[in-house]
């Protein structure tokens, strides 16, 4: 069933209640009761206020599941990884281009200042990310999300070297140089998806899994998280 129309009946269900005291007290207001025009008030209040209430509640649990809530994973872990990890939750769909076997993983290169070091890392993070068939045991299917790790810490190792090469020692020039790299490993996150449909395409998949390893062999030498640096 297409979504909106999935949230317009639960919509309407959640207000056929509110719609039909409604129309009793426009009634009671037509027979000239003004005090019914208060209580309508007070319902819509009510009604509306607990909308945005378990609205607000369902919205945060598909950004970040915390009833099932796990923190997030340091690169060093990725090969602890399964689809256990995978906590998130996706409210509506099931499929994915009438595909049962869908996953959605989330990843981060997120950096912290200490002194004259700047750490510089890439996370994963489970009760963000998730599997539309949480019954799903293709192995296929976890590798591709787990290379899209492998790309963010390919570029959180390219932003380390960037740094070193450019004599970067300033918070404020790193601050750039990261979110220049964001940028970049966002687009090249998307072609990856494109290139690969999402590991439907098994040639793409497989190029793409010997180039992103061979890149981070390349900077093998930016593997430790801490930089120093000259403020």
């Known amino acids: 069933m297409n979504d909106v129309v999935l949230a317009t009946i639960i919509i309407l269900i959640y207000f056929s209640p509110v719609l039909y005291q409604v129309g009793k007290l426009l009634i009671e207001i037509k027979n000239g009761n003004k005090l019914s025009l208060k209580k309508l008030y007070s319902v819509l209040k009510i009604t509306t206020l607990l909308f ?18 796990e923190g997030r994973l340091e690169y060093n872990k990725i090969d602890q990884i399964t689809f256990k990890n995978f906590r998130g939750l996706n409210l509506f769909k099931e ?28 996370y994963f993070y489970p009760s963000r990310s998730f599997v539309y068939n949480r019954k799903t045991l293709n192995p296929q299917l976890l590798t591709h999300e787990l290379y899209h790790f492998k790309i963010t810490e390919l570029y959180a190792r390219k932003a380390k070297k960037r740094i070193v090469e450019n004599k970067v020692n300033t918070k404020s020039e790193i601050r750039k140089i990261i979110n220049q790299i964001r940028l970049e490993e966002r687009l090249f996150q998307k072609e990856y998806d494109f290139e690969t449909f999402h590991s439907y395409v ?8 010997n ?21």
């Open 52 to 69: 945005v209430i378990v609205l607000s509640f369902f919205l945060s649990l598909s950004h970040t599941n915390f009833l099932n809530y």
């Open 95 to 122: 499929t994915f281009y009438g595909k049962k076997e869908f996953a959605y993983i989330v990843t981060k290169i997120d950096y912290e200042f200490d002194g004259d070091n700047v750490s510089i890392q890439s």
């Open 202 to 209: 098994y040639s793409e998949q497989k190029k793409y899994e």
């Open 211 to 231: 180039n992103i390893d061979s890149l981070l062999n390349l900077h093998l030498d930016y593997k430790n998280p801490k930089l120093k640096f000259i403020n």
